[in-house]
Nanobody
């Protein structure tokens, strides 16, 4: 089992910035990809940003150039720096991680509990 604990959500005005973090703990042999998804009211959960163990990143088109995903492998933590926030970024943001519990075991995905981000004046 892997536990993911998110922090950093809140209320911010349009154009502002907010930073999220997500720390992983539990039975972790190795953490592969880590990333962020979001779900707005009445909409499906969507991919936001991801980062692989080696540091390569990928972003949804809607956040490219505004959001930055990073990770600290020693701390088993992934971060999301959100800049130039827009009202349409309002959603519950979920951390996701793909981990391997033991050598030779298959990878599995875990989710955080979610943190609310509200962009409003």
């Amino acid at each position: 089992q892997v536990q993911l604990v998110e922090s950093g959500g809140g209320l911010v005005q349009p154009g502002g910035s907010l930073s999220l973090s997500c720390a992983a703990s539990g039975s972790i042999f190795t953490l592969n990809a880590m990333g962020w998804y979001r779900q707005a009211p009445g909409k499906q959960r969507e991919f936001v940003a991801g980062i692989f163990k080696g540091g390569s990143t990928t972003y949804a088109d809607s956040v490219k150039g505004r959001f930055i995903v990073t990770r600290d492998n020693a701390k088993k933590t992934v971060y999301l720096q959100m800049n130039s926030l827009k009202p349409e970024d309002t959603a519950v943001y979920y951390c996701n991680a793909v981990a391997v519990a033991a050598s030779g075991s298959p990878p599995f995905a875990s989710w955080g509990q979610g943190t609310q981000v509200t962009v409003s004046s």
